[in-house]
């Protein structure tokens, strides 16, 4: 290796292009994006929602999430109905084949995980997590 190989920026940004491959051919293999799995992951953890709060909640920029949301509504694994305390706004709602689906995508998450992180055990996994969520935490002001 060479001494900028040896850089955690490096190593980070190899790793983060590895991680987003496997994950992205590990959705794609049930057609899902990434996208997807944020919103279904989110209506699960707090329920309909509008668009925008959708938005801000998954860190999905509104202008991607009228996009993502059209797809999901397309193949029924979301529901897209106007406000009734403001018409001008939609709530989405995760529907039964969207819980399917979110399964079927968590479980391909985890068998990318699995592959990214094969050569590490469970303690050292557990361990890159904390000290990468330890980094991003400081750089994102938290």
């Known amino acids: ?3 900028w190989e040896e850089l ?24 899902a994006k990434g996208y ?14 509008s668009q925008a709060d959708l938005g801000r ?3 999905i920029h509104l202008s991607d999430m009228v996009a993502a949301v059209n797809e999901l509504a397309a193949q029924g694994l979301v529901e897209r109905a106007p406000d009734p305390a ?5 709530i989405i709602t995760l529907t039964t084949p969207g819980r399917r ?5 968590e479980q391909r998450l985890a ?8 050569p590490l055990s469970p303690a050292e996994r557990h361990q890159l997590t904390g000290l990468l969520a330890r980094v991003l935490d400081h750089h994102d002001g938290g």
């Open 86 to 90: 403001d018409r001008r706004r939609n």
């Open 8 to 31: 955690p920026s490096w190593l980070i940004t190899q790793t983060a292009g590895h991680a987003h491959r496997l994950v992205g051919d590990g959705f794609a293999a049930v057609g």
């Open 111 to 118: 068998e990318t995980q699995d592959e990214l992180l094969a």
């Open 36 to 49: 997807h799995f944020r919103i279904l992951k989110t209506l699960e953890e707090i329920g309909p929602a």
């Open 1 to 3: 290796m060479t001494a």
């Open 101 to 105: 689906q979110l399964r079927r995508l």
């Open 57 to 59: 909640r998954s860190g």
